[in-house]
């Protein structure tokens, strides 16, 4: 049995992740979303709410399981006995990154492979930070995530608006998540 690991903080999985986990559960005989819940990034939502996201989002997918981890991916990876690593591109910058990450992920896990796939063009464009951003300035995400998704990212933004918060749901960081 072929395990691998689709790693990210997906805050929130949005269509490319999606997308991408469809691809992947396709070739191997499981995948395992892994999100990562210590991020040094600005998150939206907190742990619970991304499982429960990602949960509803992959329910067709039957051989795709979502554990939380902290610390050294590959050795998440190691834990679950995953043999692969996952990774999305979507543009160069994209690659860039993701090289050096797998290069010093083979380094420090020889035996996990690491594999991108690329994104569906529909998606190319496509990150949570601008999912974010849209359904803060009260955009029209419907196409972007899955219905659950775009449900929790109007409530949260409703939610935000009404404490009176004056700045962003969650601060760009990233074009990569």
Known sequence: ?????????????????????TRAAALFDELVIGIYDTSPKSLLFD??????????????LPNV????????????ARDLAASVIVRGLRAISDFEFEFQ??????????EIEFICLMTSLEYAYLSSS?????????????????VPVQAALRARAAELRHAGASHMIAPLVSSRD
């Open 1 to 21: 049995m072929i395990r691998a690991l689709y790693p990210g903080t997906f805050d929130p999985i949005h269509n490319g992740h999606v997308d991408i986990a």
């Open 47 to 60: 742990t619970a709410q991304r499982v429960k996201l990602a949960e509803e989002s992959l329910a067709h």
């Open 65 to 76: 399981r979502i554990a939380t981890y902290h610390g050294l991916t590959v050795m998440f």
């Open 101 to 110: 990450m797998a290069l010093t992920n083979k380094k420090l896990a020889a």
């Open 130 to 146: 601008i999912l974010k951003e849209i359904a803060r300035l009260d955009g029209d995400i419907a196409g972007l995530a899955p």
